[in-house]
């Protein structure tokens, strides 16, 4: 079942401009794993605004916000997306799935998660 749907979309300029005024934006925002796959890239900020647009989309998923570092954005060898998300059962998710898209000025992302929603206990009734 779908317990959340989440989508954002960032101005690339923001992520750049942040990025290159507080070098530690970088490591509070991504894993070394994403600051390295992008910083391959011949438009590094496009994959890192990208990347942090997924991160905003998952938060508006599970409807709470986390550690930025429990989120994290690879890919496939086919080039697919793929969210790794740690403590996954801290929040009942079974399935993960993640569509990104940028241009020169803009990233988006879409993620929706499957699982089961944790149900609250109830009180046995009284007859």
Same mark, same amino acid.
């Given at each position: 079942?779908?317990?959340?749907?989440?989508?954002?979309?960032?101005?690339?300029? %923001?992520?750049?401009? /942040?990025?290159?005024?507080?070098?530690?934006?970088?490591?509070?925002?991504?894993?070394?794993?994403?600051?390295?796959y992008c910083s391959k890239k011949k438009n590094k900020h496009q994959h890192l605004a990208? %990347? @942090?647009?997924?991160?905003?989309?998952?938060?508006?998923?599970?409807?709470?916000?986390?550690?930025?570092?429990?989120?994290? /954005?690879?890919? /496939?060898?086919?080039?697919?997306?793929?969210?790794?998300?740690?403590?996954?059962? %801290? @929040?009942?998710?079974?399935?993960?799935?993640?569509?990104?898209?940028? /241009? %020169?000025?803009?990233?988006?992302?879409?993620?929706?998660?499957?699982?089961?929603?944790?149900?609250?206990?109830?009180?046995?009734?009284?007859?």
């Amino acid at each position: 079942m779908v317990i959340g749907i989440g989508i954002d979309i960032i101005d690339v300029e %923001r992520v750049k401009k /942040l990025a290159e005024k507080n070098p530690r934006f970088l490591q509070k925002i991504f894993t070394p794993k994403e600051i390295e796959y992008c910083s391959k890239k011949k438009n590094k900020h496009q994959h890192l605004a990208a %990347r @942090f647009a997924v991160k905003e989309a998952f938060f508006k998923a599970i409807g709470k916000r986390t550690s930025w570092q429990d989120v994290e /954005l690879s890919n /496939l060898a086919s080039g697919k997306p793929q969210l790794d998300i740690k403590l996954k059962e %801290r @929040f009942s998710i079974d399935k993960a799935h993640v569509s990104i898209s940028h /241009l %020169r000025e803009y990233a988006v992302a879409v993620v929706v998660l499957e699982g089961e929603k944790k149900r609250k206990p109830t009180s046995p009734k009284l007859v």
